[in-house]
């Protein structure tokens, strides 16, 4: 999904957070909540990329390590470590991140399209970086590609499978 997807005539809603010291954004529309980090139970066998499951009120969220997912460093469990809990394709899934940063509201023009060059090659984790004046751009993650690589995890050969 494109930066074209988020705009509108109005202002944008990103959740940031940071993620091996970067900023990254998440459309609120699809957040549900955040909680502080708590340590998953691994589940045996799962898809490589699910860190296990967090009993949320109930309900067992599965638990995806942001860093992990997105190639940078996996999160640190600190006093500032957040589960960021998303709707996602209908699912809820809990993505966790080194700290939440701020909410930010801008005006849909702000949002561009990631470089030609990235998606041309296939790079579709992004869906649109947030310029901003005289600060590093935040990048918007596309939850759904994160969830099909999940998905695309679970058909690769784990290491321990005998």
């Known amino acids: 999904m494109k930066a074209e997807l988020l705009q509108n005539e109005g202002d944008v809603t990103i959740g940031c ?13 699809q957040i549900r909540e955040v909680v502080r980090w708590e340590p998953a139970t691994p589940l045996p066998r799962a898809p490589k990329l699910i860190e296990g499951v967090l009993d949320l009120r109930g309900s067992m969220i599965p638990v995806v390590d942001l860093g992990r997912a997105l190639d940078v460093d996996p999160v640190k469990e600190t006093d500032q470590a957040r589960i960021v809990l998303t709707e996602v394709d209908g699912m809820i899934i809990g993505f966790a991140v080194d700290a939440a940063i701020e909410v930010l509201v801008i005006h849909g023009s702000q949002l561009l399209d990631p470089p030609a060059l990235a998606t041309q090659s296939g790079y579709e984790t992004m869906r649109a970086v947030v310029r901003r004046e005289g600060e590093a751009p935040i990048l918007v993650v596309s939850l759904e590609h994160l969830v099909e690589n999940i998905y695309r995890s ?4 784990s290491e321990t499978t005998p």
């Not at 091996?20 to 998440?26: P, V």
């Not at 679970?154 to 050969?157: D, N």
């Open 17 to 29: 957070f940071d993620v091996g010291g970067r900023n990254y954004g998440i459309d609120v529309s």
């Open 154 to 157: 679970a058909l690769q050969p």
